[in-house]
């Protein structure tokens, strides 16, 4: 009976897609690996970059596994490694997505000099004054006076929001961009409920609460867990 290869190739419109065997050792896997590229090579006379897609199914790889890997796969000329994919998913990551997507409530007032920061989305019950900064892996909503720096979307959302019963920020951020604009945010301009989004141009708007519903339909999730 034939024996079932380790590392499957398959050519796809996007590149290289290689299945890698979950059942046999990490050393056999390799070195499969490594002959099975390099007769690969000698077939490939296409001088541009192929992006490589690796999938291991059910196999946990260490951080140090996948950098093998990468390396592995970069050796051979033309090879450049897009994704490593995986089946298995640790309790770090699951609980790190689950603090990611967790909401966090507050009640206190974050003074000048004080940073307050969490890894999902932030409910603030009291105020920013200036000075103070809060920070977000997710969203802000803040049920007082935003008068210092809210950043929101820290880990690179750009569909993370920002609200506040009174909008008065020295800054806005959310993700890398920033919103210092006189003439959307005046430092002496006292906003009622209102949020802050990035639009269609990567601009930071501010804008009345209500267009939040149409917008951002996805933040209803915080209704029921959904």
Same mark, same amino acid.
């Given at each position: +009976?034939?024996k079932?290869?380790?590392?499957t190739? $398959? ?5 290289? /897609?290689l ?8 050393q056999e896997l390799k070195?499969e *690996?490594?002959e099975? !590229?390099? &007769?690969n #090579?000698r077939? #490939?006379?296409d001088?541009h970059?192929?992006?490589v897609?690796v999938e291991?199914?059910?196999?946990y !790889?260490?951080d140090?596994q996948r950098?093998?890997? $990468?390396?592995?796969i970069? #050796? $051979? $000329?033309?090879? /450049? ?8 998913v640790?309790?770090q990551?699951i609980?790190k997505l689950?603090?990611?997507?967790e /909401?966090v409530t507050v &009640?206190?007032? /974050?003074r000048s000099? #004080? %940073? !307050?920061? %969490?890894?999902?989305d932030l @409910?603030l019950?009291g105020d ?6 809060? +920070?977000?892996g997710g969203?802000?909503?803040i +049920?007082? &006076?935003?008068?210092?720096?809210a950043?929101a979307?820290?880990?690179g959302?750009?569909e &993370?929001v ?8 020295s800054? *806005? ?11 959307? %945010?005046k ?5 009622e409920?209102?949020c802050a ?11 009345r @609460? ?6 951002r339909p ?5 209704e029921?867990g959904?």
């Open positions: +009976m034939k079932r290869p380790n590392v190739i $398959k050519g796809t419109k996007d590149g290289i /897609v299945h890698l065997d979950d059942s046999c050792s990490y070195k *690996l490594d099975k !590229l390099s &007769a #090579q077939t #490939q006379s001088r970059l192929i992006p897609k291991v199914g059910n196999r !790889l260490t140090e950098e093998e890997i $990468k390396e592995l970069r #050796q $051979k $000329k033309n090879l /450049v490694v897009d994704d490593i994919e995986s089946n298995v640790t309790k990551e609980n689950k603090s990611e997507n /909401v &009640a206190r007032i /974050v000099g #004080q %940073v !307050l920061q %969490v890894p999902g @409910l019950i920013v004054n200036p000075g103070g900064t809060v +920070m977000a969203n802000i909503f +049920m007082g &006076a935003l008068k210092g720096i950043h979307g820290v880990n959302n750009d &993370a920002i609200t506040a019963s009174s909008m008065q920020p800054q *806005l951020r959310i993700n890398e961009y920033i919103n210092r604009s006189p003439d959307q %945010v430092n002496n301009e006292k906003r409920m209102e989004y990035i639009d269609e141009n990567n601009q930071i708007i501010v804008d @609460l209500q267009v939040l519903i149409q917008l996805n933040l209803t999730r915080l029921g959904h």
